[in-house]
């Protein structure tokens, strides 16, 4: 019979390195140390960098990694997804278009509609609305008939 052997956890950190230059905002004795895998062609492009701007390879590698994360000044100020909408004044829609997308775009039964000027979630569904013809036109003709954004 086997015996199950009980190890002790134990957590290991990580050494620090003090090293230099120190990323942005943070002190010496934060910095984590690492091993990486380089091709030769980047190990050579590195080793080139460092011999250049004159630091160390690990100091290289650190302000690139300091450049990626680095937010563009004008990262908001030119980002087209926040300009505003164009007005297409040919463009119309219905009133509830953004509730009930799934039944302008696919058909389905709507999910909400506007009684007394307010958005209230449509009546149930009948158990046989897909297969019978005659429960899906009734149903649709209830709602229209409830429906004030037609």
Not at 80 to 109: K, Q, V
Not at 126 to 137: F, H, K, L, Q, T
Request: aromatic share 8%; net charge negative; proline share 9%.
């Amino acid at each position: 019979m086997k015996r199950s052997r009980k190890y002790k956890s134990t957590e290991v950190e990580a050494p620090l390195v003090n090293d230099s230059p120190v990323p942005m905002g943070e002190s010496k004795a934060s910095m984590v140390r690492t091993q990486i895998y380089l091709s030769r062609s980047e190990h050579e492009f590195l080793r080139a960098e460092a011999a250049r701007i004159g630091k160390p390879m690990a100091a290289i590698i650190r302000l690139f990694i300091d450049e990626k994360m680095e937010l563009p000044v004008d990262a908001w100020a030119n980002n087209p997804m926040l300009r505003p909408t164009p007005i297409d004044p040919g463009f119309e829609t219905a009133p509830d278009a953004a509730l009930n997308h799934d039944h302008y775009i696919s058909g389905a039964p709507k999910k909400w509609i506007k009684t007394s000027g307010k958005w209230v979630e449509a009546p149930p569904l009948p158990a046989d609305y897909y297969e019978n013809a005659a429960s899906y036109e009734s149903y649709n003709n209830e709602l229209r008939g409830m429906d004030e954004a037609k």
